[in-house]
């Protein structure tokens, strides 16, 4: 009960968080080319840093309970000392400055390209580096390096999609299209290297070729098999749907925003993987993982 | 702006040397085993250094309850002292935190015959 919980809370605050994120970046970098879209992409962006507060918030909260097993250690002094002394707490307080930074750094007034924001979005992506697998690996300065690279990208890219949806709503054609190209340009150049970078996370954690057979190496394959089918999308994106809504199709706006929203909803599904992935299982052989531990031991139960 | 890249590289150069992934290696009494004396210690050996952050034991069909004290410090090896026990089987049940910020619960069972 009290690990599913964190589990979702996890899952959530990681779908928040790299939405936070990739807003931030998206306005930074876009706010300029942006007419009547602006006021409700920045209040987007502002709420999802919001709801990313609220969410972590919850985590710090309930940190000791996970830790201790039980709802008794919410009150207990020794337990949530004990909490705030982890990586995970370190890394939690960090993401919550940073979410708290890109809700300031959003606000009605605030120009672009909104330092603060990125400056926050910069301090959660750097929080993800403080715990997890990469932390307790002796090559830990390339795997943070790598971390950093992958989730940057990542969050920029899922992050975007959602002001992209209102920017093809809102905008007239000829921004929304400048816009759309804008994203592209970019897309095009990062979107492998969520790949590149994640492959050589893998490569760097997973002990052997074995390890893609165990737990925490087949959610590892989901993740590239989601991965691969949003590239088509993007693909679908990038060379149908784009030019259509340039060339003024009647139909573009919507097809256009439809498969955004799938694309948005995929990458939920492959973050609530990851938040498995990372939280629950070790890339270290299967009798070493947390959820292979809590099995074994209820098997014998 | 210009100090955006200066953030990233403290971030960076934060990461120093760090602790692997704890797993539980051996425990005294062992796992399933049956002992014919009451013994003074439960020792949880790791494979790295890890927090214990909850501990419970419970006889066969009884309620468990908290031992302590424990370390207040990771511990690669944990030593705890566990109360006078009857003849009887038990359950002992805890939860780690390693330096990744990961909690890994365990347990194991064992019997004393007197």
């Given at each position: 009960?009290?690990?599913?919980?964190?589990?979702?809370l996890?899952?959530?605050?990681?779908?928040?968080?790299?939405q936070a994120?990739?807003?931030?970046?998206?306005i930074a970098?876009?706010?300029r080319q942006?007419?009547?879209?602006?006021?409700?992409?920045?209040?987007?962006?502002q709420r999802a840093?919001l709801?990313?507060?609220?969410?972590?918030a919850a985590q710090?909260?309930?940190?000791?309970?996970?830790?201790?097993?039980?709802a008794?250690a919410?009150?207990?002094r020794?337990?949530?000392r004990l909490?705030?002394?982890?990586?995970?707490?370190?890394?939690l307080?960090?993401?919550?400055a940073?979410?708290?930074c890109?809700v300031?750094?959003l606000?009605?007034g605030?120009?672009?390209p909104?330092?603060?924001?990125?400056?926050?979005?910069?301090l959660?992506i750097?929080?993800?580096?403080?715990?997890?697998?990469?932390v307790?690996?002796?090559?830990?300065?390339?795997l943070?390096s790598?971390l950093?690279?992958?989730?940057t990208?990542v969050?920029f890219?899922?992050g975007?999609l959602?002001?992209?949806?209102?920017?093809?709503?809102?905008?007239?054609?000829?921004?929304?299209s400048?816009v759309l190209?804008t994203?592209?340009?970019?897309a095009?150049?990062?979107v492998?290297?969520?790949?590149?970078?994640?492959a050589?996370?893998?490569?760097?954690?997973?002990?052997?070729?074995?390890?893609?057979?165990r737990?925490?190496?087949?959610?590892?394959?989901?993740?590239?098999?989601?991965?691969?089918?949003?590239?088509?999308l993007?693909?679908?994106?990038?060379l149908r749907?784009?030019p259509?809504l340039?060339?003024?199709?009647?139909?573009?706006?919507?097809s256009?925003?439809?498969?955004?929203?799938v694309?948005?909803g995929?990458?939920?599904?492959?973050?609530?993987v990851?938040?498995?992935?990372?939280?629950?299982?070790?890339?270290?052989?299967a009798?070493?993982?947390r959820?292979?531990?809590?099995?074994?031991?209820?098997?014998?139960? | 702006m210009?100090?955006?890249p200066?953030?990233?590289?403290?971030?960076?150069?934060?990461?120093?040397?760090a602790?692997?992934h704890?797993?539980?290696?051996?425990?005294?009494?062992?796992?399933?085993?049956v002992?014919?004396?009451a013994?003074?210690?439960?020792v949880?050996?790791?494979?790295?250094r890890?927090?214990?952050?909850a501990?419970?034991i419970?006889?066969?069909g009884?309620?468990?309850r908290?031992l302590?004290p424990?370390?207040q410090?990771?511990?690669?090896r944990i030593?705890?002292?566990?109360?006078n026990?009857a003849p009887?089987?038990y359950?002992v049940?805890?939860?780690?935190v390693?330096?990744?910020g990961?909690?890994?619960?365990g347990q194991?069972?064992f019997?004393?015959?007197?």
């Open positions: 009960m009290i690990d599913g919980a964190w589990l979702v996890r899952a959530a605050g990681l779908v928040l968080s790299m994120i990739g807003a931030a970046l998206f970098r876009v706010a942006l007419d009547r879209s602006m006021a409700m992409v920045r209040t987007g962006g840093a709801a990313a507060l609220a969410v972590l710090l909260l309930i940190g000791p309970v996970e830790l201790a097993g039980e008794a919410l009150v207990d020794f337990e949530v909490f705030l002394t982890t990586s995970a707490a370190a890394s307080l960090t993401r919550f940073g979410a708290a890109v300031a750094g606000r009605t605030a120009r672009a909104y330092p603060l924001a990125v400056a926050g979005s910069i959660m750097g929080s993800f580096t403080l715990t997890g697998h990469t307790a690996q002796p090559l830990r300065l390339p943070a790598l950093l690279v992958h989730v990208v969050g890219w899922f975007a959602r002001p992209l949806r209102q920017v093809v709503a809102l905008e007239c054609t000829a921004v929304a400048a190209t994203f592209s340009a970019l095009v150049w990062l492998p290297v969520i790949a590149l970078a994640g050589a996370i893998a490569v760097l954690l997973l002990p052997d070729v074995g390890g893609l057979l737990p925490y190496g087949l959610l590892l394959l989901t993740k590239i098999a989601l991965f691969a089918l949003l590239m088509g993007a693909a679908l994106n990038r749907l784009s259509a340039a060339a003024g199709s009647g139909t573009a706006p919507e256009l925003r439809r498969s955004i929203a694309e948005w995929l990458i939920c599904v492959v973050l609530a990851t938040a498995v992935m990372s939280g629950d299982f070790s890339p270290a052989p009798q070493h993982s959820q292979s531990a809590a099995s074994a031991a209820s098997a014998r139960a | 210009r100090l955006l200066g953030l990233v590289c403290v971030l960076v150069a934060s990461a120093g040397a602790l692997a704890a797993h539980l290696e051996k425990t005294t009494p062992a796992d399933g085993s002992i014919t004396a013994p003074p210690n439960l949880l050996e790791f494979s790295e890890a927090q214990l952050a501990l419970w419970a006889a066969d009884g309620s468990r908290k302590t424990w370390p410090q990771a511990e690669q030593v705890v002292a566990l109360p026990l009887g089987s359950l049940s805890w939860r780690v390693g330096a990744d990961h909690v890994v619960p194991i069972r019997t004393l015959t007197r």
